[in-house]
């Protein structure tokens, strides 16, 4: 797997012997950078990121942002040339990987209470096991919670995110099987009010992205309780079809920024550079593995690091 990035990277540099940034390696002096080298390691970046499964779209992006950085440059004597492109590439994915200054955290803490957040996504993703992952991760931040069980389509989802809310020590509220998910959403928001809660948590129900229905549901949801944030929940596994979801529900609901599930079972990794780059919204947590705490605030660092993690 990955030979035609393994070619571009070869060994990993010694610690102090590779440049920090690209700027700092690449200039106007040193080594020229040969173009047909270039090219060559362009072809095989576009290669290696195919092999990944990041879509066409966006490979062109971080190409072209690799070639400006390097083409007709020299790299500082100092270091050597495959470090500095080593460099400029994972700059590259990095850059597109991080879409604006987003911390699901500080958003939190500096908002007037309650928040409300609303999870979207097709059936299956993760969204109540995130929902839950991120109740008892804003528990263990000293924070209160009530959940609102607006899947009320499932059979069996309220039951589900029930027994979430038993073992997580927190409050779900709940209609009747086949009820009207925005009222249920209300008065979730409305017993947040009446105790001070911190953060309504709004679970939805999963179904094609294509059902207008579905997509009507959402859109209700948001305009009885105009969450504060709007989170889709797509599966890493998904590949393309995580992407066109995203742009889906971003066009007909809006999107604030993304979960990405089953990173674990994820093998390479390409999903998250996609869905980043095609939305232009931010990952804010990755979700990898089913225990509660099996969530992990988005890293693009981390994320480059095992996107190559095969290659280095
Ligand atoms: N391996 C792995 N499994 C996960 C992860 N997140 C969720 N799952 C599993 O995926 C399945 C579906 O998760 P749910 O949270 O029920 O998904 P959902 O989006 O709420 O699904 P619907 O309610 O049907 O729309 C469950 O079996 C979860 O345990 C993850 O990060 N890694
Ligand atoms: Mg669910």
């Not at 470090?83 to 879409?99: C, F, G, M, S, Y």
């Not at 105790?195 to 949801?221: F, Y």
């Amino acid at each position: 797997m990955f030979e035609s990035l393994k070619k571009i990277f070869g060994l990993k540099p010694k610690e102090g012997e590779a440049p920090q940034t690209v700027e700092e390696a690449v200039g106007d002096s040193g080594r020229k950078i040969n173009e047909s080298d270039l090219d060559e390691l362009l072809w095989n970046l576009e290669l290696g990121l195919m092999e990944a499964d990041v879509a066409l779209p966006v490979i062109e992006e971080i190409k072209t942002s690799v070639k400006a950085d390097l083409a007709g440059k020299r790299v500082d004597k100092k270091f050597k040339v495959e470090d500095a492109i080593r460099l400029a590439l994972r700059t590259a994915v990095e850059k597109t990987l991080n879409q604006g200054d987003f911390d699901f955290d500080v958003f939190i803490q500096k908002h007037e209470k309650p928040v409300v957040v609303m999870f979207v996504g097709i059936n299956g993703t993760g969204k109540t096991t995130a929902i839950a992952k991120l109740t008892n991760r804003l528990h263990k931040a000293g924070l209160t919670t009530v959940l609102s069980a607006s899947d009320t389509f499932r059979a069996g989802a309220i039951e589900q995110i029930s027994i979430h809310g038993d073992k997580l020590g927190t409050k779900v509220i709940k209609h009747q099987s086949g009820g009207d998910p925005a009222a249920v959403a209300y008065d979730a928001l409305e017993h947040a009010k009446a105790r001070k809660r911190d953060v309504v948590l709004v679970d939805t129900a999963g179904r094609m992205q294509t059902n207008s229905n579905l997509m009507d549901e959402m859109k209700k949801i948001k305009r009885v309780v105009k969450p504060h944030m709007t989170i889709f929940v797509g599966d890493s596994l998904a590949g393309n079809d995580a992407i066109e979801q995203a742009r889906t529900f971003d066009k007909e609901i809006g999107i604030d920024a993304v979960i990405l599930t089953k990173i674990d079972a994820d093998a390479k990794g390409g999903a998250a550079l996609s869905i980043a780059y095609t939305i232009k919204k931010p990952i804010a947590f990755l979700c990898t593995g089913q225990g509660y705490e099996d969530i992990i605030k988005f890293d693009a660092k981390w994320m480059v690091d095992r996107l190559f993690s095969d290659i280095e």
